[in-house]
């Protein structure tokens, strides 16, 4: 007797097909030619280029074409509880950092992996989908470095105008946009675990907050960008449902080798490599650089913009001498503390790849695997070297409720690169920097946190084999916790700042407030590489709202417009 097979098998494969189905659907690219001339050219559809191309092209009469080197996003590049598994994937361009001096001590050749986004959604296709703006005073510190007209008061109207919040409860507290084209939303499940590090933070006096609204400091389970339980990237809710406007040409698989100025110093035109071919296209307008915070310098650099000294060495031309790739800033952690528990609750990938828990994901939007690449709390507070009295918190803690054996190898390890493959970056080179982190997660914070009342649930204890290389220190004393700190060093994601914005005649500037790059015409940077200094918390939504400003500065609307109650959050509704 032939055995039954069970509903699962049925309908599993079943409904992973039509999954699969409906999302290539949803990016079907429409083969129109490619013209020899175009309004814009957009380098780079990821975080910014993809709002870029969507605001752009809402005018009819305006021809947009965006260059993207990548492909088009994936069923795995969906599940937000699998970020991690995309690094080094083919979503990954895969850089790693020069060797350093003194952090990454213990990873192979001293260097920190630096994965960066290569697709349709660029890096917000893979990353762990915090949303996070930031603090009000970086917006306003960028004004006082000479960036005019983006301080706080002039870029809150651009968050609210992209997000559209689906928690009611956070949605109409006055901070929050409804209506946008991005989704945010706080995943659907939440594991037991989630929850007491909130509870955990209010016994160490953090509140929990909205950390995107008035206060900034203390606990909270974060918001997402994830619509219906999935991934939201820039390419679903900016490009999805515009792939077939007759003035928008899409172009995956484009990498763009050299921007073409001619001797008039005018941005010209792009050339770049597309089936097997070098194409040239031409751009009436301008030129948009959006290809991210290493790629863009980059790409500047090829095109004769830089350095004068490093441009020559590298025998490339000279246009304009201009200090790009200088201001490179980035997040480093250290995934230093670590706690057992005796519950089934940690988060280790085999325990959630069944059947059920697909099914859970695929019909309904819910289930563990909605879990923001395993970050269940997001807690931002003041080590002894932040201002007291100020809510600008110094350190943001990420609760990650995942096991070290569900790593499976995935362990950091050297990337083959080319020399192209490796950007120079020194973690570590204010004294500082070292102290806030070992503070950050030290013996008052970090450990209070998972040895606190509500851990005890759980029979929490410090996970206690000593760190290789560390063991000569007391257990979690600040020599150890600092030896931790230099040994597993890791970066959380965030380069910006190689083409800094700012004054024209500051000598540290490559493009000024209006993202025209300083003595060329008709190009422009709008992307993660902007930014004078990095902002206080992960650098998504702000990159998203760069790229929604950059789009109004290049149509010219006035900022007036933009305050106006065009997009008070009270207009929209959720939907
Ligand atoms: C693993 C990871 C996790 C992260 N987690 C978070 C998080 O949880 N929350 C958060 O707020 N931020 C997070 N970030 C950071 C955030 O996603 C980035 O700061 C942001 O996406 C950068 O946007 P961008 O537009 O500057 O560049 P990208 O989004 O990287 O876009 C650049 C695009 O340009 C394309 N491109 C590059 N060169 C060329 C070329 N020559 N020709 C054509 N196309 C080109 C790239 O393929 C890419 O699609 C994370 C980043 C990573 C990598």
Redesign the pocket.
Same mark, same amino acid.
């Not at 260059?67 to 990548?70: H, K, M, V």
């Not at 994601?493 to 910006?496: D, F, G, N, R, S």
């Not at 918390?537 to 990159?543: I, M």
């Given at each position: 007797m032939p055995s039954l097979l069970s509903f699962e098998q049925v309908m599993l494969p079943l409904l992973t097909a039509f999954f699969f189905r409906a999302w290539d659907r949803q990016f079907e690219m429409k083969q129109r030619r490619i013209e020899s001339e175009y309004d814009y050219v957009i %380098?780079? =559809?990821?975080? =910014?280029?993809a709002v870029l191309a969507n605001r752009l092209s809402e005018d009819v009469l305006t021809k947009v074409l965006l260059?993207?080197?990548?492909g088009l996003p994936d069923v795995m590049t969906e599940v937000p509880l699998f =970020?991690g598994e @995309?690094?080094q994937s083919s979503f990954d361009?895969g850089y790693t950092t020069e060797p350093q001096e003194t952090a990454c001590l213990g990873q192979v050749e001293r260097r920190s992996h630096w /994965?960066?986004?290569?697709?349709?959604?660029?890096?917000? @296709?893979?990353?762990?989908?915090?949303? %996070?703006r930031g603090n009000s005073r970086d917006y306003d510190n960028w004004v006082q470095q000479g960036a005019h007209g983006w301080s706080w008061k002039d870029v809150f109207p651009y968050f609210l105008k992209s997000e559209d919040n689906r928690n009611p409860d956070i949605a109409y507290n006055g901070y929050h946009g409804r209506g946008g084209p991005l989704t945010v939303e706080t995943p659907a499940y939440i594991s037991p675990l989630g929850h007491r590090f909130v509870e955990a933070g209010k016994i160490l006096g953090y509140p929990n907050v909205d950390i995107n609204g008035p206060i900034q400091s203390g606990f909270t389970v974060p918001q997402?960008t994830v619509r219906n339980g999935a991934r939201c990237s820039?390419s679903k809710a900016y490009l999805q449902d515009i792939m077939d406007r007759p003035n928008l040409k899409v172009l995956i698989n484009?990498? %763009?080798?050299k921007i073409y100025i001619d001797n008039k110093r005018r941005a010209r035109a792009v050339q770049?490599d597309y089936e097997g071919l070098s194409r040239t296209v031409f751009a009436r307008r301008e030129i948009v650089l =959006?290809?991210?915070?290493i790629?863009?310098p980059?790409?500047l650099m090829l095109s004769g913009i830089g350095v004068r000294n490093h441009l020559e060495s590298l025998g490339l031309p000279v246009i304009a001498d201009l200090p790009v790739g200088l201001n490179l800033q980035d997040h480093v952690g250290s995934a230093g503390v670590h706690f057992l528990i005796d519950k089934p609750y940690s988060i280790i990938l085999p325990r959630y790849k069944k059947s059920y828990l697909i099914h859970d994901f695929l019909l309904r939007g819910g289930g563990p695997l909605t879990i923001?690449?395993g970050?269940e709390g997001l807690g931002f507070i003041k080590t002894p070297f932040a201002n007291a009295s100020e809510d600008f918190p110094d350190a943001e803690i990420h609760f990650i409720s995942s096991s070290p054996s569900s790593d499976g190898g995935r362990t950091i390890r050297k990337v083959q690169g080319i020399g192209s493959k490796v950007c120079i970056y020194i973690y570590f080179n204010h004294p500082d920097d070292i102290k806030t982190l070992r503070d950050g997660m030290s013996l008052k914070i970090s450990i209070n946190v998972g040895l606190s009342e509500p851990f005890k649930a759980f029979n929490t204890t410090l996970f206690e084999p000593p760190f290789p290389g560390c063991e000569k220190h007391q257990m979690w004393g600040d020599d150890y916790l600092e030896c931790v700190a230099k040994t597993y060093s890791i970066t959380i994601?965030? /380069? %910006?700042g190689t083409c800094k914005m700012g004054d024209p005649s500051d000598p540290t500037t490559v493009v000024d407030s209006k993202l025209r790059v300083k003595g060329i015409k008709s190009l422009r940077v709008a992307?993660?590489?902007i930014m004078p200094t990095i902002v206080s918390?992960?650098?998504?939504? /702000?990159?998203i709202m760069i790229?929604e400003k950059a789009a109004d500065l290049i149509r010219g609307v006035i900022p007036n417009e933009v305050n106006d109650k065009k997009w008070s959050t009270t207009k929209f509704s959720v939907l």
């Open positions: %380098v780079g =559809a990821g975080s =910014a280029g260059l993207e080197a990548g =970020a @995309l690094q361009w /994965p960066r986004g290569k697709g349709l959604g660029g890096s917000s @296709l893979i990353n762990y989908m915090l949303y %996070v997402g820039t484009a990498h %763009v080798t770049f =959006a290809a991210g915070a790629n863009t980059q790409l923001l690449g970050c994601y965030h /380069p %910006v992307d993660a590489s918390g992960n650098t998504n939504a /702000p990159v790229g």
